[in-house]
């Protein structure tokens, strides 16, 4: 049997069900949570409390993110402490679309849930799950229920949960808004103290050091500054850092990637047009040389750029002034351009495939920025940023093996490379730990994604299904993780 309860702002409950020591319960609680500021800890007590009350085995304060869809069980009490609680996704998808507390007698015997596997794998026998709503939004849902001694809820039980959850409601949104003002606070206090003022930049090496010690110099300049390394390594990062640093930081910071762009395309991006200059140039408008005066333009993959825009290009360095496409008026700017590239632009000279004026145009200052096989020591402190990035509930331990594994590669994708594998290996990795099973590496899996974590699973997922053909004993052998596994995820995610 399923019992649906209504919304539990409007619920009318019945004083007259409720045991009589449950309305001293009541007040405790609720005096607790209201005359307190350290809302958490007062939760877990009254979680306990609750268990001890509706004869719960487990219960849960459970936060629900809207923007990757998915449930984070905030606070776990149970009767059991020496096991690792699961919950049903099933049940907890069930709260949050019908807005309505749920309670079930019997789970696995329930219409409802029978064909739920998460119900029989983790045992759950009854159970007791209320919305928490704040301004009709859902929280979070106060989940209770009972697994090895098949223990029944009564009336009593539902009436005493029934008036507790909008109270509950309010003080999760409390805790939720706290933490994250927190967690906030102490990545960026982490940030800081790892970059050495250096924004972004992650490095203890001596190799990084001098990078940093040398961004510090050209950014107090204004001079033309070139960026060379291979893909990956953090080049654009090294552009914005020297902006964020130099006298032009409240000024915009625009970055254009030129590789690949059809040149008439990429001309009027940088310069801008007027009315009637071509075909589709219905309205004036401004280029980014306009847009970002004052500031620093950052012109990625320099190499690329079409050879008549070179000699544009080169005035622009010049005598710091442009022209917009169908005019004659000049226009002053005041611009800083960085610029940067993966290709040996001195062979490219060369071979006659770029200026060599504008080369010393734009190489007044170079700085090389080493590939991280060349500060592997890196890698340790790198990983650990990555990890509280993702902003997990639950710290992630790396084993001795796993990173061992990291640091005998050769990353041929540099940090890059390196972040895709740590994201893959949070979504694969077993409970709280990482392993060196977790670790795999893939030369096609270079090119940066800039999505979270929730993306990145599905992403890998769906490309390894559609490579394979939607054989998921193939997919889960390339992915490293078993069939089971994939399975569940595959389930979760509901492909």
Not at 62 to 88: L, V, W
Not at 96 to 122: I, P
Not at 235 to 247: F, N, T
Not at 355 to 373: A, G, H, Q, S, T
Request: aromatic share 8%; glycine share 4%.
């Amino acid at each position: 049997m399923t019992l649906k309860l209504t919304n539990t702002e409007e619920m009318d409950i019945q004083y007259d069900k409720l045991e009589p020591r449950h309305l001293r319960v009541i007040y405790e609680l609720t005096r607790s949570l209201i005359t307190v500021q350290d809302a958490a800890n007062v939760l877990e007590h009254v979680l306990e409390q609750l268990i001890e009350e509706t004869g719960a085995e487990v219960g849960a304060f459970i936060y629900y993110d809207e923007t990757e869809n998915r449930f984070t069980p905030q606070i776990i009490r149970s009767k059991h402490r020496d096991e690792s609680i699961q919950f049903s996704q099933t049940i907890f998808r069930k709260v949050l679309e019908s807005k309505e507390a749920v309670l079930s007698f019997d789970v696995q015997n329930d219409a409802e849930y029978r064909g739920s596997s998460s119900v029989v794998m983790h045992d759950i026998h009854a159970v007791l799950a209320f919305p928490l709503i704040v301004e009709n939004r859902v929280y979070g849902i106060m989940y209770f229920d009972s697994r090895k001694n098949r223990q029944r809820f009564n009336e009593a039980a539902r009436q005493l949960l029934s008036f507790f959850a909008p109270i509950a409601s309010l003080t999760l949104e409390h805790v939720l808004r706290k933490n994250a003002i927190e967690k906030e606070n102490l990545l960026l206090k982490n940030k800081i103290e790892q970059t050495a003022g250096i924004p972004n930049l992650i490095g203890e090496t001596p190799v990084m050091k001098r990078l940093f010690h040398l961004i510090k110099k050209v950014a107090a300049s204004d001079v033309s500054v070139l960026i060379t390394g291979e893909n990956g390594t953090g080049k654009d990062l090294v552009a914005r850092a020297i902006h964020e640093l130099s006298p032009r930081r409240n000024k915009p910071f625009i970055a254009q990637y030129i590789g690949n762009i059809p040149s008439t395309i990429l001309e009027s991006e940088l310069f801008g047009y007027k009315k009637g200059a071509f075909t589709g140039a219905h309205t004036d408008k401004i280029g980014l040389f306009e847009a970002v005066n004052g500031g620093t333009l950052f012109l990625d993959e320099i190499a690329e750029l079409p050879t008549e825009l070179q000699t544009k290009l080169l005035r622009v360095l010049q005598n710091k002034e442009i022209i917009r496409l169908g005019e004659n008026f000049v226009r002053k700017i005041d611009v800083r351009i960085i610029a940067a590239t993966n290709q040996n632009l001195v062979e490219l000279v060369k071979s006659g495939k770029f200026r060599e004026d504008l080369y010393y145009r734009i190489n007044v200052i170079n700085i090389e920025v080493p590939p991280l096989r060349e500060r592997k020591e890196d890698i340790p402190l790198l990983v650990k940023h990555f990890l509280e990035r993702e902003n997990l509930e639950k710290p992630i331990r790396i084993t001795s093996a796993a990173m061992k594994k990291l640091m005998s590669y050769n990353w041929p994708g540099n940090v890059r490379q390196l972040e895709n594998i740590i994201k893959r290996a949070l979504i694969f990795c077993d409970g709280e730990v990482i392993d060196a099973n977790d670790i795999q590496f893939d030369e096609l899996d270079v090119p940066q994604f800039e999505g979270t974590l929730e993306e990145f699973k599905n992403m890998l997922i769906i490309q390894r299904l559609k490579e394979f053909n939607g054989n998921k004993t193939k997919a889960a052998k390339s992915l490293g993780i078993s069939l089971r596994t994939l399975q569940q995820k595959v389930k979760e995610l509901g492909l």
